[in-house]
């Protein structure tokens, strides 16, 4: 209980009673009494009026209750009091409220059912003034008058809980059993969690309301090792538990890892006669499916003799959390034919459903019905709306509805910027964030986590930085996911001295934080690394899972470690039972072909469970360029154009480079007209680097840059420098039908040799460089930078699409193996 708020503040209490108490005292005695009430006395044609007129209001008869009403020839305060009181339930608080201005002397139930109207049409100001008016015109209040007005304020009321508390002491309330019990609600509703507890201790008597209560309060605000406490005392005193106990104590094992002590309240519930009450039935449903026991949950479902929207609501949703779309889809599909509301059908997962899915078709038909029941109005719908388009890649229609969201948290910023992610668009993501953080909305893990990648795909390190510091700011450090994701972040920016700093201040870690540092490692090409981490990981108590093997398959590439990937690749199936996946037997392919071993990754291809893809042929094709095997070569080129959909055309310009390299040059345009013919183009390659927190992008031969005359000045004296260090363009990277003279000119103004000398211009002579390229970097390039690193004496680390090269000294770190 160290984290609850404060004491009771008893003296804020008597002073709101002691003046309150005075000003009531002054009134009391100038109450006038009923005339009418004197009048009729006990009249028997009044209570006969008054018995039919209750019968009426009960049977919500509101126009024939009126009638009698008005056709009464006497009427006392009790005749009035039904009539408000069937105005109230109809929600006619105006004409409830005309009635009531129009009595003479009303009495404490009179006042009472007011205020409770006002509460119940979310009018609390209201009620409160209306409370405030009944003191002050003398009427005492009852303790029915307390309990109804502290079960109207919610967590915003605070100081009118303590105020009231004040007016029960003076009237003599507070031993009062409804009365302690509406308090203690109320405290805990307004956070003052420890008053409510004291206040608990402190009652003469309790009943199991109060014990509901007071742990329904500390189950909220994750107080759960006390709220089992006095659950365990509730059941040692003997009251037995009712459906608000099972709910609280079901919630209270929602939050905790045990199921057997939930499995334990399900028998309790069973034993008392409690689960065939929709509450307690919907509390352990809700309890199976987010403990991941779907089957306990479903068989639950259909043995309850009732059901309501929320029990269809709770199911599908949990269907949906254990990846079981299509029977989400099937009991939604039931859930239209009941007549239960509409409004509250589980849109917001069913739209998660249809994005997970990019299924847009589904996702417009939900919208549809979310429209139509005005349920888009509700912040969850509306944010999964915009979840689902964003996902589906319809950011026009996502940015409409998110400009017209009534409350824009960190959830619906996070989704689009998540989604500019997933689909490359990493500029568009980092706007979005800059945005998110002009309009003072914080994000959370996600939202941070979503823009990391962004800023380590762009390789900015300066603004993984800013983030970085932001997480600490915020508190996010303890979680092991901020803390991969920072791995990751660093890794991919190429600073891998604070990448293994992140990772050692980690107070916990788990298996995704050791996959973060293994793949780390494993991106930059240090496989000693990568293997001695597996290692630490596994001596740590801990299981490598299939990402962990994909990082130490991908090291073995890197450095082409073919009996060590065949070793890896064998121990993940025989040893720890796992099935490779298409990105493990993409990378063993990958392997064997590039050592040349063609028949091994033959062999490899027709023995798994599926059939190649496109990245397992491109991978082939790369091969065998290297090695001029052009039979083969030819065999998963014929594959990768027979497929119908390619992601560019890698595949043609390989094919192309083959014949090319060979002289074929016939054969080389055939297959550039194939490409024209069916409509793919080429990638272009640009490289870019980061100065002073911006972002400067080149690509080949590129003459837009300001400084474009001094980045050709500092490459022409390199190339001077080069020469005398014995360095010879290999030409045979431009595959072009020119000249020798004009190859040899194309490869001095590649992308990444412009940004190279566009960084050596503009940063501090020593100072490392880092560049980014989108595709391969070529041959020749790889062996300019070499020279260029041990010429101007600078570390120059260059990622392209394949890997990390760190320059340093005329060496690099993939020792040519790349």
């Not at 001295?497 to 490692?521: Q, T």
């Not at 093997?549 to 073995?556: D, Q």
């Not at 990622?799 to 690099?812: M, P």
Request: charged share 20%.
């Amino acid at each position: 209980m160290g984290n609850l708020r404060v004491k009771i503040p008893w003296g804020a209490i008597r002073m709101f009673s002691k003046r309150f108490y005075h000003g009531f005292s002054e009134r009391i005695a100038d109450v006038p009494v009923d005339a009418r009430m004197v009048k009729t006395d006990f009249d028997p044609e009044i209570s006969r009026l008054n018995f039919q007129l209750k019968d009426l209001v009960r049977t919500n008869q509101i126009a024939k209750a009126r009638q009698l009403f008005d056709e009464m020839p006497c009427k006392n305060t009790c005749s009035v009091n039904m009539m408000v009181s069937g105005y109230v339930k109809s929600r006619n608080l105006s004409s409830a409220r005309e009635l009531f201005d129009s009595m003479l002397s009303p009495n404490e139930v009179s006042w009472t059912t007011m205020i409770g109207g006002y509460f119940e049409n979310n009018q609390p100001e209201e009620a409160f003034s209306l409370y405030t008016e009944m003191c002050t015109s003398g009427v005492k209040p009852d303790h029915i008058t307390f309990a109804t007005l502290l079960s109207g304020f919610d967590d915003t009321a605070a100081f009118k809980v303590l105020q009231i508390h004040s007016h029960i002491i003076r009237f003599g309330f507070s031993s009062s059993l409804i009365v302690c019990n509406s308090l203690i609600d109320s405290y805990c509703k307004t956070c003052y969690l420890d008053i409510a507890s004291q206040l608990f201790s402190e009652m003469p008597t309790k009943d199991s309301v109060s014990f509901n209560v007071m742990i329904t309060g500390y189950t909220k605000y994750g107080f759960h090792e006390e709220a089992l406490k006095l659950f365990m005392q509730m059941r040692h005193m003997g009251f037995q538990p009712s459906d608000f106990t099972f709910a609280a104590v079901l919630g209270l094992s929602v939050g905790s890892d045990d199921v057997s002590f939930g499995q334990q309240i399900h028998g309790l519930a069973i034993q008392t006669s409690y689960v065939g009450d929709i509450f307690v039935a919907n509390a352990l449903l809700d309890f199976y499916s987010k403990h991941d026991h779907i089957d306990f949950a479903k068989n639950l479902f259909y043995e309850m003799p009732k059901l309501d929207g929320v029990s269809y609501n709770i199911i599908i949703t949990g269907y949906a959390w254990n990846g079981q779309y299509a029977k989400s889809f099937n009991l939604f599909k039931r859930l239209q034919c009941t007549t239960f509301d509409r409004k509250n059908f589980p849109f917001a997962t069913m739209l998660s459903i249809a994005a997970t899915g990019l299924n847009l078709a589904m996702g417009r038909q939900i919208h549809a019905q979310a429209v139509v029941t005005t349920a888009d109005s509700d912040v969850l719908v509306g944010n999964a709306l915009v979840d689902m388009y964003a996902k589906c890649e319809k950011f026009e229609e996502a940015n409409r509805i998110f400009a017209n969201l009534a409350h824009r948290s960190s959830v619906p910023w996070t989704s689009i910027i998540s989604t500019y992610v997933q689909k490359g668009s990493h500029e568009e993501a980092l706007k979005m964030f800059k945005e998110m953080n002009r309009e003072n909305v914080h994000g959370d893990q996600a939202t941070f986590a979503s823009t990391l990648k962004a800023s380590a795909n762009l390789a900015s390190v300066s603004l993984g930085k800013q983030l970085h510091s932001s997480v600490i700011r915020l508190g996010l450090m303890s979680s092991v996911f901020s803390g991969s994701v920072l791995v990751d972040m660093y890794a991919k920016c190429g600073s891998m001295k604070d990448a293994i700093e992140v990772f050692k201040d980690m107070p916990d870690r788990n298996i995704v934080c050791w996959n973060a540092l293994i793949s780390a490692y494993a991106q930059n090409g240090d496989a000693e690394a990568t293997f001695s981490s597996f290692r630490d990981m596994i001596e740590s108590g801990l299981y490598p899972d299939s990402v962990s093997f994909l990082s130490v398959l991908t090291a073995c590439s890197h450095r082409g470690l073919v009996e060590k990937a065949l070793w890896y690749f064998n121990s993940m199936i025989q040893v720890y039972n796992l099935d490779p996946r298409r990105e493990h037997y993409a990378t063993m392919i990958d392997v064997l072909c590039r050592s040349g071993r063609f028949n091994e990754a033959e062999k490899l291809i027709s023995e798994m469970p599926f059939e190649p893809d496109e990245i397992m042929w491109s991978s082939v094709l790369n091969s065998c360029r290297i090695h001029k095997n052009q039979d083969l070569a030819e065999k998963a080129a014929d594959q990768l154009f027979k497929m119908d959909a390619l992601r560019d055309a890698a595949a043609y310009v390989n094919m192309s480079n083959i014949y090319a390299e060979a002289g074929k040059w016939e054969n080389a345009a055939k297959v550039k007209k194939a490409m024209r013919e069916r409509g793919v183009k080429k990638v272009t390659a640009y490289s870019w680097v980061e100065i002073d927190h911006r972002v400067h992008v080149f690509t080949a031969n590129d003459r837009t840059h300001p400084q474009t005359e001094q980045i050709r000045r500092k490459i022409d004296s390199l190339v001077e420098l080069m020469d005398k260090e014995g360095y010879k363009p290999d030409t045979s990277c431009t595959l072009q039908n020119v000249d020798e003279e004009m190859k040899i000119e194309s490869l001095k103004y590649h992308s990444e040799r412009l940004a190279i000398a566009f960084a050596l211009i503009n940063t501090p002579e020593g100072s490392p460089i880092i560049i980014m390229k989108n595709l391969r970097a070529c041959v020749d390039c790889h062996a300019a930078i070499k020279v260029i690193s041990k010429l101007v004496g600078r570390e120059i680390t260059v990622r392209d699409s394949s890997r990390f090269h760190h320059f340093r000294g005329g060496l690099c770190s993939c020792e040519d193996y790349w």
